[in-house]
């Protein structure tokens, strides 16, 4: 079969003919043509007002995760003894480009064309869609040029919140800037190798390609931490610490290996650190009704911020309601961001707890956390951190935070539900007393009284979440051979992408805007219930949340009660948000 070149008149690349012959193709191959709803064939996207741009899904044979292969060859997490039970990937499946140490994602320059630094060209003020996004960091940070100059979102010494001055190396040259030193990365942030992990994002809805824009509510899982479930049933399946036998001792393994990967991901300095519990919520539970219980009485004080989930205000309020304690607010400013003026002013002799979140999930803010945490101490309060939309977006390290307690939840990580982690400091965790009774945590029991098993057995009481631990172990190793750095670089590229051209849109209100922000949009639009924004999107395959993100208090703080709130992560691309755009421009124009 001969394939020629399709071309515009203008004599650059015809992308519709593209399109007809890729379908073409696809229908000719074995089984092309078995399923006509994976099938790449152009969407008349529409909202009664013309087409929207073109967004195609890639072949069903590329795009479905389980035709390509592990690295490896192994789901990873499985235990190199058991490793070698996996079968091995088709040797008709793709291959994936990896760096020479076997990492994930990161193209070799000299096996992979480098993108051109050229801004591609525009079409309504929108940057041309991409399908399934860019071919890598370096196109993304050249469409950013123009927007970094617009929006001038720099911080004091000239970089961008978390992303370091040598960073925005390439746009300074482009703009005739002085140069400061080299970049050291190798090759760039391949984001279709990326997407291809994500069985889900081959998905459809409405006939259209499934665009998830809903990470903050929470987050898919790679093919890695799927078959990890599935080899942890197949293969280790059992209770563990209890028995003697062979798949006990397999599971105990994975289960506290799994808890090894958290202690290192977190940086804590013992896995006896890390308590597994069903999430965030359950761990800030946990700490309010053991610790606080404890520690905390009447006329204490706790502190929260204005920017709290419920999750990290109503546990507080209910053990100072039962104590007779004080529950007191930092105020935010206009942008979003806490003020920490206001917060010194609330620290005295009688605050006990700082409990604050570590990034908003309403409006994206990161807090100064480190600074929070440093005057807490110095007041002599305990400190816990609500890191359950930070840990998939910024490095974390609790030794230097120096925060008492630290939770997140694994489903916000790219883990399944239903597990999640509270860190406590080994010191603080022998003064606090476990919250359920039963086994597992437990030393010795008699009629008269019970010994308790030491931190962190003392707080898991019953059988545990098991496979699920394993799998948020198997997700933390995905993410760690990413790169955090270059996820943090990537995503924050692409929300300034989206901030740009949402923020373009006549009416549109975007609520929160701190300098310091990470993968959240949050924004109104005038005429419209949140809810009917929300389902347009939907009829376009395009997820977000609308309503109140179960944060009332930021957005009333507002005069607000429910936005629309697309969220980014690290599978997401400048073609996906440009559609995103193309919606909501529409209902803008139509009201």
């Not at 035709?67 to 192994?74: D, I, K, L, N």
């Not at 109503?314 to 053990?319: A, E, G, I, S």
């Not at 807490?376 to 120096?402: C, E, I, W, Y």
Request: proline letters at 7%; aromatic letters at 6%; charged letters at 20%.
């Amino acid at each position: 079969m001969t394939i020629l070149t399709p071309t515009s008149e203008a004599g650059g690349l015809d992308l519709a003919a593209l399109s007809r012959l890729a379908g073409e193709l696809f229908a000719e191959l074995p089984g092309g043509g078995t399923n006509p709803a994976l099938a790449p064939k152009p969407q008349d996207l529409t909202l009664n007002d013309g087409p929207l741009p073109q967004f195609e899904a890639a072949p069903a044979g590329q795009a479905h995760a389980a035709q390509a292969p592990r690295q490896g060859g192994a789901a990873q997490g499985v235990p190199q003894a058991y490793a070698a039970a996996l079968p091995l990937p088709s040797a008709s499946a793709p291959s994936r480009p990896v760096n020479g140490n076997g990492g994930y994602y990161f193209i070799n320059e000299a096996s992979h064309p480098q993108a051109s630094a050229a801004p591609l060209p525009t079409i309504e003020d929108r940057v041309t869609p991409q399908s399934f996004g860019l071919p890598g960091q370096d196109t993304l940070k050249a469409l950013l040029g123009d927007v970094r100059e617009i929006n001038g979102s720099r911080d004091s010494s000239g970089g961008y919140y978390f992303v370091q001055p040598e960073q925005v190396q390439a746009h300074e040259a482009r703009a005739g800037q002085p140069q400061t030193k080299e970049r050291s990365v190798p090759g760039g942030f391949d984001v279709d190798a990326v997407r291809r992990d994500f069985p889900i994002l081959a998905e459809r809805v409405n006939g259209k390609p499934l665009i998830w824009l809903d990470n903050a509510a929470t987050t898919h899982k790679p093919r890695q931490v799927i078959e990890r479930l599935a080899y942890f049933y197949e293969h280790e399946n059992s209770n563990i610490h209890r028995a003697a036998h062979e798949l006990a001792a397999r599971a105990t393994d994975a289960y506290e290996g799994a808890r090894n990967t958290v202690a290192r991901f977190l940086g804590a300095a013992s896995s006896e650190e890390i308590i597994f519990v069903r999430g965030a919520t359950e761990g800030i539970n946990l700490v309010a009704k053991s610790w606080g219980a404890k520690h905390i009485g009447a006329g204490d004080e706790i502190i929260v911020s204005h920017l709290e989930h419920h999750a990290n205000i109503v546990p507080w309020q209910q053990l100072a309601a039962e104590k007779g304690a004080k529950l007191r607010v930092i105020p935010v400013d206009d942008t979003g961001q806490v003020l920490l003026d206001e917060y010194r002013k609330l620290l005295n002799p009688r605050t006990r707890l700082v409990a604050v979140t570590h990034v908003s999930n309403a409006l994206g803010t990161i807090t100064p956390i480190h600074e929070i945490v440093a005057l807490a101490k110095a007041a002599g309060a305990r400190t816990l951190v609500d890191g359950a939309q930070s840990v998939s977006h910024l490095r974390v390290n609790v030794q230097a935070l120096g925060a008492d307690f630290f939770v997140f939840s694994g489903h916000k990580v790219f883990a399944p539900t239903g597990i999640g982690v509270v860190y406590g400091r080994r010191e603080v965790l022998e003064q606090t007393p476990p919250w359920q009774g039963g086994g597992n945590m437990i030393a010795d029991v008699t009629f008269e009284r019970t010994l308790f098993q030491p931190p962190p057995a003392r707080f898991e009481a019953g059988t545990g979440n098991i496979a699920d631990a394993v799998g948020l172990g198997a997700a933390l190793d995905y993410l760690q051979n990413l790169g955090l750095e270059n996820v943090a670089s990537y995503e924050h590229d692409l929300l300034e992408y989206a901030t740009h051209h949402l923020a373009s849109i006549p009416g549109l209100r975007l609520i929160g805007t701190a300098l310091q922000k990470t993968s959240v949009l949050s924004f109104v639009l005038p005429g419209y219930q949140t809810e009917e924004i929300g389902r347009a999107l939907n009829e376009e395959g395009i997820a977000v949340r609308s309503g109140h993100h179960c944060a009332q208090p930021i957005l009333r703080r507002f005069g607000l009660e429910a936005t629309v709130r697309p969220s980014l992560a690290f599978y997401n691309t400048c073609g996906e948000i440009d559609h995103l755009v193309a919606v909501v421009r529409r209902l803008a124009q139509r009201r």
